[in-house]
């Protein structure tokens, strides 16, 4: 069975600080997206990463994929009030037509 | 921007009550996905649909529930005699590309009393 372990469950911070959140597994991925989620919303996708060593960036958001492809993080620098919320990592096994693994995810609050 | 619709939003049943999840996918999108979340818990795979028949489905996804397309814009989910533990937000995705690029519905809450 495979599992996704993120870190850390819960993180407060202030304004204006850096953050990393971490998403790993023992096994590797073929693929592994980011998604951000609000109360009663249902998970919107940030980026999909495919590549080992791949990193991608949207505006403050940075997305690294391990060489191996069993780990990502997300660093969001200088962090605003509006990345608050729940963010999940999902990975993509072995070629799957649709079965993405979901990690339990990671409360941002980003106090002003 | 174009999005996944999904009715209703909230749905009360009593236990052994047929439901059934509608979502109105992206309309170019060509690959349909049900997942769902039990409260506090992780998001879980359910079924994956193209070309009009399934082409994945998770251990969740037993003979108690079904999906159909029956009109080429809409994609149900239905479950055909609910339980307590049925229980939870169903979201239903859908995609032009497969699974690497999802766009997720608002999800419906199901309330199985």
């Known amino acids: 069975t495979q599992l996704l372990e993120q870190s850390p469950q819960f993180l407060s911070i202030q304004e204006g600080e850096n953050l990393t959140v971490y998403c790993n597994s023992s096994s590797v991925f073929s693929s592994l997206q980011w998604y951000r989620q609000e109360p009663g919303e249902g998970p919107v996708l940030l980026v999909t990463?495919?590549?080992?060593?791949e990193v991608k960036k949207l505006k403050r958001l940075t997305f690294q994929f391990g060489d191996a492809r069993k780990d990502s993080s997300l660093h969001i620098t200088a962090a605003q009030p509006g990345d608050t919320g729940l963010y999940l990592c999902?990975?993509?096994?072995?070629?799957?037509?649709?079965?993405?693994?979901f990690g339990k995810g990671t409360k941002l609050s980003v106090k002003p | 921007e174009p999005e996944v619709t999904q009715t209703p939003s909230h749905q009360v049943t009593q236990m052994g009550q047929e439901v059934i999840l509608r979502c109105v996918p992206i309309?170019?999108?060509?690959?349909f996905y049900w997942y769902r979340q039990i409260l506090g818990q992780k998001v879980e795979f359910l079924v994956s649909f193209y070309n009009n028949e399934i082409s994945e489905k998770s251990e969740i996804f037993d003979d108690q529930f079904s999906v159909e397309r029956p009109d080429g814009s809409n994609f149900t989910l239905k479950i055909r005699s609910t339980k307590l533990e049925d229980s939870a937000m169903y979201f239903c995705a859908s995609s032009e590309q497969g699974v690497n690029v999802l766009t997720f519905g608002a999800g419906s809450r199901l309330t199985v009393l």
């Open positions: 309309s170019n999108h060509l690959y």
């Open positions: 990463v495919v590549t080992g060593g």
């Open positions: 999902a990975g993509n096994y072995g070629g799957s037509q649709g079965n993405l693994i």
